[in-house]
């Protein structure tokens, strides 16, 4: 079975290059690309029309409700989210009820995501039993039963002596530690970041340098430990210095990043929006344009949409007490739109912390244009308006910040191992 | 002069002829109070709830007494005793009494912004008596009708308002409403009550309470909460007296006719002497509270009178 894609752009982060041309997928392969001339045949074609042909994006740190609370996102309805959104492989997050602590959960999960997901979906487990930051979990049994990576996501383990150790067991194993720079106490009860706005509206903040001290004692623990580390979401501009060092100094430590802080401030909450209350909390503008200074000379590897699926009644509350998160696996990458179409950054450097950025750092094939690489694919157009609608998402919870946004670009098909996962109507 | 919003969340959305209105208004009323029948039919046959999620005797009983001198039906509900308990979320207990029709609803809240959001829900006209450290509206609106009437004028004045900034929702609406009429404000306090960012609001900010006390016409004292005082955000009680503490020496590098403000209630020999708060001629306390009662009569007359004109504007009959 072999597919041709004719006539497409080919985004091809790896290389660092856009060209027009031709993609040839065999079972389920990229088995070759190439410019105009010299076609090879194929059992079928897909006229691009000059469209954008790019790697599927990896989208590390997806929350799916599964297993407790199903009514919020299903693996069908995240999965459905994932390929309507061009996201071929969702690495989901722990912090579920109960906790994907153990292997038994973990193949719970496994096996719903198989079921009813039409992309790849990655699981991690959690680094300590319950996310409660004492004991660590049984990190082999978990490798073994398909955990990529360990997080206790937003919960940061305050215990030193409990997260040096885990780092070191983990390090063992060859295990990928993703953590949640933060100091726990400054920030404990913040709904915003400090500084006028937050003054202005009177919510409970935290300072920005809360991230950086967080960040400090995680590096601090890596030289110690030696451990394979990645911080979920680096959002100011103060913690960029401590990471760009550490990176120099050898360490094994990547940097994510999410597409609502590259895509809005903290003005942004505007009368206690609370579709806007993130965690961390949005940061001032010069936060973000450090952020994506930081994408772009390489301090900051990945972006993630950073999907945190919340029902109405969650964040119909003050602000304070609204729950936090944003649903985005639609919105990423027209969201991500915005900083190619404000000439941020190019289309081959979104899809290198998009999609080849998070496949290298949990040592996937995926990620890449180049023979050999698994035809997890998105066509997209990067230019078509939309209005976003958040009633039309798939995600079974609505709640983004982008509702009503004019926003460019449309996802034309996703496929996944050469196989089309969604094709736009 | 004409108030032009639907509701009063807090100071921050009004210009200053809003202001204006509403304390011309209140100045009629604060005459209509002194006299011996205190009654006017302004608000007749129309019904105010308030609703106070945190506890409250002074703003509740001010609020309470201006509807009812309005001739306003008037309830007040002691929320935390009530629904809350019951888990009951807070747009769930709007949309319960706005099945009620109510007019008038004032609403006290301890979270920022909740205020705000009941607002959203609600088709009628929504009076903020103290949302978490938003804004606390009437306060500052009673405090520039005291000031209007002791200074003869609310602009081009020197005003200090001391203490517990961080916390403070008074602090907030008076900033913004002494800025908006083109007054100098200078924030007193130690750095730790100080709220992050303050220097962009168009204040000046003082450490040392000689200096910041300096040539003022007002000065504003906070109340410091009790929770604040141990050892969190000032070393103790009697140290913070000691530097921050208003009495007759430190009021003495203010002007010679300065006023002295309080909203009340006093914590007397921590954040202000005793004696000092009694002294007739210079602290105007007692007019605040007078004050209070005339300004919720004035914002709930305004309030009322656009609701009537927008629900008639849209049934186009005479209510």
């Not at chain 1, 063992?172 to 006028?196: D, M, N, R, W, Y």
């Not at chain 1, 060092?245 to 401030?265: D, M, P, Q, W």
């Not at chain 1, 940061?283 to 994408?295: C, G, H, N, P």
Request: include cysteine; proline fraction near 5%; glycine fraction near 8%.
């Amino acid at each position: 079975m072999s597919i041709l894609f004719t006539n497409a752009r080919l985004i091809d982060p790896e290389a660092g290059t856009e060209s027009l041309g031709w993609l040839l997928v065999k079972d389920g392969v990229i088995a070759a690309t190439g410019s105009e001339t010299a076609m090879p045949k194929a059992d079928e074609q897909v006229e691009c029309t000059g469209a954008c042909l790019a790697p599927g994006i990896v989208d590390i740190g997806v929350k799916v409700c599964e297993p407790g609370e199903r009514h919020k996102e299903s693996y069908k309805s995240a999965g459905m989210a994932a390929a309507a959104g061009g996201v071929t492989t969702m690495v989901t997050r722990p912090d579920t009820l109960p906790t994907i602590d153990t292997p038994e959960v973990l193949s719970f999960a496994l096996r719903r995501a198989n079921e009813a997901a039409p992309v790849n979906v990655l699981p991690m487990a959690a680094l300590t039993k319950g996310r409660e930051g004492l004991e660590m979990t049984e990190i082999g049994f978990l490798m073994d039963a398909g955990a990529v990576a360990f997080t206790d996501c937003d919960r940061v383990i305050s215990n030193t002596k409990v997260f040096s150790r885990a780092l070191t067991y983990a390090r063992s194993l060859g295990a990928l530690v993703i953590a949640h720079p933060q100091e726990p106490i400054l920030s404990e009860g913040a709904a915003v970041t400090s500084g006028k706005f937050a003054s202005l509206r009177g919510l409970p903040a935290v300072t920005a340098m809360a991230e950086r001290m967080g960040l400090d004692r995680d590096i601090a623990l890596l030289e110690m430990t030696g451990a394979a580390y990645h911080a979920d979401q680096i959002t100011t501009a103060r913690a960029l210095p401590a990471l760009a060092r550490a990176k120099r100094n050898g360490l094994n430590i990547t940097a994510g990043t999410s597409i609502h802080h590259l895509t809005l401030n903290e003005m942004d909450v505007a009368n206690y929006r609370t579709f806007f209350k993130v965690k961390p909390p949005l940061r001032a503008e010069d936060d973000r344009q450090a952020v994506i200074a930081a994408l772009r000379d390489g301090t900051i590897d990945v972006i993630s949409s950073m999907h945190t699926p919340q029902d109405e009644e969650s964040k119909r509350l003050p602000y304070e007490e609204a729950a936090s998160g944003a649903v985005a696996l639609e919105t990423l990458l027209p969201a991500a739109l915005r900083l190619y179409h404000a000439e941020d950054l190019s289309l081959p450097q979104l899809f290198r912390a998009m999609a080849l950025n998070p496949a290298k750092r949990l040592g996937l094939d995926a990620g890449r244009l180049c023979a050999g690489a698994p035809a997890d694919l998105v066509l997209f157009n990067p230019d078509t308006p939309i209005v976003l609608d958040r009633f039309k998402l798939k995600s079974k919870s609505k709640n983004t910040p982008f509702d009503g946004a004019r926003m460019q670009g449309k996802v034309l098909g996703t496929y996944v191992a050469g196989q089309p996962v969604f094709e736009a109507p | 002069m004409t108030y032009s919003h639907s509701h009063l969340l807090g100071i921050e959305p009004l210009a200053p002829p809003d202001i204006t209105a509403i304390l011309d208004l209140a100045d009629q009323y604060a005459d209509l109070n002194r006299r011996d029948v205190k009654h006017s039919d302004a608000l007749a046959g129309l019904t105010q709830i308030n609703m106070f999620f945190e506890n409250s005797t002074r703003t509740q009983a001010s609020f309470e007494l201006a509807g009812k001198r309005l001739g306003a039906d008037v309830m007040s509900m002691a929320m935390q005793a009530s629904s809350i308990k019951k888990g009951e979320t807070l747009i769930d207990t709007a949309l319960t009494l706005n099945a009620m029709h109510p007019d008038l609803l004032v609403v006290r809240h301890p979270h920022s912004g909740a205020v705000d959001l009941l607002s959203e829900k609600v088709n009628c006209a929504v009076l903020n008596a103290g949302d978490g450290r938003h804004e606390h509206p009437t306060q500052a609106l009673l405090d520039a009708l005291t000031i209007r009437r002791a200074k003869g004028r609310l602009h081009r004045l020197n005003i200090a308002i001391c203490g517990d900034i961080a916390h403070s929702r008074v602090a907030r609406s008076n900033i913004m409403l002494l800025g908006k009429m083109e007054n100098r404000v200078r924030l007193i306090g130690p750095p730790t009550l100080m709220p992050s960012g303050i220097a962009d609001f168009g204040v000046e900010v003082f450490e040392d309470m000689e200096a910041g006390l300096k040539d003022v016409d007002v000065v504003m004292m906070l109340r410091l909460q009790r929770e604040r005082m141990d050892g969190g955000f000032i070393p103790s009680e009697r140290e913070y007296y000691h530097r921050y503490g208003l009495d007759a020496e430190k009021l003495s590098h203010a002007k010679e006719d300065a006023i002295v403000m309080h909203p009340g209630p006093m914590n007397r020999g921590v954040e202000i002497d005793g004696e000092l708060a009694d002294d007739i001629n210079r602290s105007v306390i007692q007019q605040q509270v007078e004050m209070g009662v005339a300004v919720r009569m004035a914002a709930m007359d305004l309030l009322a009178r656009n609701l009537l004109a927008r629900r008639q504007a849209q049934t186009g009959v005479m209510v």
